[in-house]
Nanobody, 122 residues
Framework: QVQLVESGGGLVQAGGSLRLSCAAS????????MGWYRRAPGKQRELVAT???????NYADSVKGRFTISRDNAKNTVYLQMNSLKPEDTAVYYC????????????????WGQGTQVTVSS
């Protein structure tokens, strides 16, 4: 059974930082590409960042230079470091896994976490 469990969300003031974590089980994590999505109230889901099995990364323009995605294969965990947070970053953040793309973000995601709320106050 595949599980993706996010943690690290919360309330932070604008300009602050948060680090989200996603612990994966039930998949071959080291050969899976991982990603973070978010959904803000009244908006469509947005792909925020992805990381391949080889740790190549990609970011939405809205977060470039502020967010960093990383992974620790020994811990089966992917992270999203969020700096210089803005009120418009307020959303539920979801971890996702592409376990079929041979390490690239090309087929997925097939698996989702339950989401963690991030709220940025002005």
């Amino acid at each position: 059974q595949v599980q993706l469990v996010e943690s690290g969300g919360g309330l932070v003031q604008a300009g602050g930082s948060l680090r989200l974590s996603c612990a994966a089980s039930g998949i071959n994590f080291s050969i899976s590409a991982m990603g973070w999505y978010r959904r803000a109230p009244g908006k469509q889901r947005e792909l925020v960042a992805t990381i391949t099995s080889g740790s190549s990364t990609n970011y939405a323009d809205s977060v470039k230079g502020r967010f960093t995605i990383s992974r620790d294969n020994a811990k089966n965990t992917v992270y999203l470091q969020m700096n210089s947070l803005k009120p418009e970053d307020t959303a539920v953040y979801y971890c996702a896994a592409d376990a079929l793309g041979k390490g690239t973000w090309s087929r997925g995601p097939q698996y989702w976490g339950q989401g963690t709320q991030v709220t940025v106050s002005s």
